[in-house]
């Protein structure tokens, strides 16, 4: 498929790289751009040469929010009929892990879709924020419930009801971003991590990305069962087999994903 708002690569093998590419609006997610990008996720998610996504934007700007000219003249009735939103749960249809590379503007919905990542790795340059209520109305693609289970229910208010905005420095104190790197090499270090986790077994990696992220939808004791059928599932796998083999022999693996 033809892309007319991102751009799709594979800086290394295993990796498959989505760049948003509308830099002239701040990369501004309009509906277009989001279909493009789900469309590629789910085919670098089906592809079994890929381990691991990144989804990024340039350096200004990973995503300055959904997009405020193609909604302006919404409404209610619209919005309620097209219901574009629940295009945005697509990504909890994506297995393999996806990392949010972020630089410059991360604000509205490109926060949004940072959260909905796996793993964010920040430039020193990244600044978070859900601006929305500047616009009369509040966030809609989860910045209300991710991000307080990200960084807690106080600053969560203060982010969302009086547009403060967060440094690359403070996400990380406040666990929303797993680490913050020179804006030179954000990009770099994003693939390093995805090239790490594509290395290792998928089907081992897909279990573990589910099972964390039942822990948000599941009381304590549901996830312990969950995580621990997940466990005696990839005792069926010929990784499991290999990856324990390997470890007594003192060599590498060499995973077949299956
Ligand atoms: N939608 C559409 N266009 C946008 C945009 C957005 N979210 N953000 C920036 N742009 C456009 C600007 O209109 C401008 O275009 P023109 O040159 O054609 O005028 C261009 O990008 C550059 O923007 P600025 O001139 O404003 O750049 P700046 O460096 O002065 O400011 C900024 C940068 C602080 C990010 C500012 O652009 C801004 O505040 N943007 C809006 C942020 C926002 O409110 N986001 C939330 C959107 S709503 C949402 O996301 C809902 C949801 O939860 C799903």
Redesign the pocket.
């Known amino acids: 498929m033809e892309y007319a708002h991102i751009l799709i690569e594979v800086p290394t093998a295993g990796v498959g790289l989505i760049r948003f590419n509308r830099p002239?609006?701040?990369n501004?997610l309009n509906s277009q751009l989001v279909q493009e990008m789900f469309d590629a996720l789910t085919a670098f998610d089906g592809d079994d040469t890929i381990g691991c996504m990144i989804v990024t934007g340039n350096e200004k700007a990973f995503a300055?929010?959904?997009?405020?000219?193609e909604m302006a003249e919404t409404t209610y009735v619209e919005m309620f009929t097209s219901d574009n939103?629940t295009d945005w749960s697509a990504f909890n249809k994506i297995g393999k892990p996806v990392i949010a590379a972020v630089s410059g503007?991360a604000?509205?919905?490109g926060c949004?879709i940072a959260m909905m990542c796996d793993m964010i790795v920040a430039s020193e340059t990244a600044v978070f924020g859900q601006?929305?209520i500047?616009?009369g109305?509040i966030?809609?693609?989860g910045?209300t419930q991710r991000l307080i289970r990200a960084v807690g229910k106080a600053l969560a208010m203060e982010i969302i009801l009086a547009d403060r905005r967060l440094t690359a420095q403070e996400a990380l104190h406040y666990g929303l971003v797993n680490r913050v790197v020179p804006a030179d090499v954000y990009l770099e270090e994003a693939i390093k991590l995805a090239e790490k986790i594509a290395s290792l077994s998928h089907v081992a990696v897909r279990m573990g990305k589910d099972a964390i992220n039942r822990a948000y939808e599941l009381t304590l004791q549901e996830g312990l069962n969950y995580e621990k059928r997940n466990f005696y599932l990839l005792f069926g796998t010929e990784d499991k087999k290999e990856g324990m083999a390997a470890f007594i022999e003192k060599r590498k693996p060499t995973w077949q994903h299956k």
Do not use: T
Request: proline residues 8%; without cysteine; aromatic residues 8%.
């Open positions: 002239k609006a701040l501004a300055a929010g959904a997009d405020i000219k939103l503007y604000f509205g919905g949004e601006p929305e500047n616009l109305i966030p809609g693609g910045g």
